[in-house]
């Protein structure tokens, strides 16, 4: 009995109208502050990982001699490659600066709000 209990139940909250608490709104304007600097950090890192591969490719391989009709693709492809490693390896303090802007925007709300948590 026990058990059916227990799936009733949750069967039925996934039906009722759910009530907002403190921590959920914590949770939310935490993931508010986080959202923007992981999609940045995914986006930029994708281009960069892309535009590296692309340099890459240009140094590595003979077909994109004739494809692109370039009579020495090496240092366009150093060049492109480089632009990328740049791009990578600038992500991560663009990500921490991005994080550390949005931190101090929300940082007021979120303490008040821990704090009304934390004092109940």
Partial sequence: ???QEFLVQKL?????????TNLELLKELDAKVKRPANFFAYLF???GAIVMGSGMSLVMTEE???ALQIAEPLVPGIV???IGLVMAVLNYPLYK????RRRK???D??????DSLLSE
């Avoid at 039925?12 to 907002?20: C, F, G, L, P, V």
């Avoid at 600066?97 to 550390?100: A, H, P, Q, S, V």
């Fill in 97 to 100: 600066g991005i994080l550390g």
């Fill in 1 to 3: 009995m026990n058990e």
């Fill in 80 to 82: 492109i490659g480089c």
């Fill in 105 to 107: 925007k929300y940082a």
């Fill in 45 to 47: 890192g994708s281009i």
């Fill in 64 to 66: 994109l001699r004739a």
């Fill in 12 to 20: 039925r909250t996934q039906y009722t109208e759910k009530e907002y």
């Fill in 109 to 114: 709300q979120i303490i008040s709000l821990s």
